[in-house]
Structures are given as structure tokens and as C-alpha cells.
């Protein structure tokens, strides 16, 4: 069974930084697409980075500069590096892979941004 576990939300001040990791179990996923995506209250899931396997990246323009999407295949991991963290950042936060067929989801780390 293909699952996606994110890790590393929590509670930080406007400022602060946090890293996401994705850990894929079932599957390994370096040669595939993966994204971070995220769910504020009361509004739809929005992409925020990808990432392909040649290591191509974008960004929503809401965290160009600011976030870093990266890979580390050996450890099968993707992370979502979040600096400069705004109150608009807090959402919950989901790792995806494509596997061209179907989309995988993970259940989601939540980012909540307060002072």
C-alpha cells in the first residue's frame, strides 16, 4: 500500500522557519512528481511547490523566495524548507505524488503561524 506521511507542522511566530518531510512508504518516489499542497480554512487546497525528478522546481508566487522544495532520494524524502513564515501561511499542508494514473495523498501536517 502506497502511503505519504508529512511531518514537521506545528506552531511558529510570523519570522520563523519550518521544514516539511514527506516520507513515502510503499513506493519509491525519485523518479516521480512530487508537490506540497495546502488547505487554509474555508478556502481550496492550492498547490505551493513541485518538484520533478530531474529536480525542476516551481512555486506559488505567495512563497517564491521564501519556501524550498527539495529531494533527497537516497532517503526517499521530500521537504518543504519554509522560511519567512506570514500569518497566511497557517494551513494544513499535503505532500503528493503523481503516479500518472492516480494521485497519492498524504493526511496532512498542520502550519499554524500566530504571535
Known amino acids: 500500500q502506497v502511503r505519504l506521511v508529512e511531518s514537521g507542522g506545528g506552531l511558529a511566530q510570523p519570522g520563523d522557519s519550518l521544514r516539511l518531510s514527506c516520507l513515502p512508504s510503499g513506493i519509491f518516489v525519485g523518479g516521480k512528481v512530487m508537490g506540497w499542497y495546502r488547505q487554509a480554512p474555508g478556502k481550496e487546497r492550492e498547490l505551493v511547490a513541485s518538484?520533478?525528478?530531474?529536480?525542476?522546481?516551481t512555486y506559488a508566487d505567495s512563497v517564491k523566495s521564501r519556501f524550498t522544495i527539495s529531494r533527497d532520494n537516497a532517503k526517499n524524502t521530500v521537504y518543504l524548507q519554509m522560511n519567512s513564515l506570514k500569518f497566511e501561511d497557517k494551513a494544513v499542508y499535503y505532500c503528493?505524488?503523481?503516479?500518472?494514473?492516480?494521485?497519492?495523498w498524504g493526511q496532512g501536517t498542520q502550519v499554524t503561524v500566530s504571535s
Open positions: 518538484i520533478t525528478n530531474g529536480g525542476r522546481t
Open positions: 503528493n505524488v503523481n503516479l500518472g494514473a492516480t494521485i497519492i
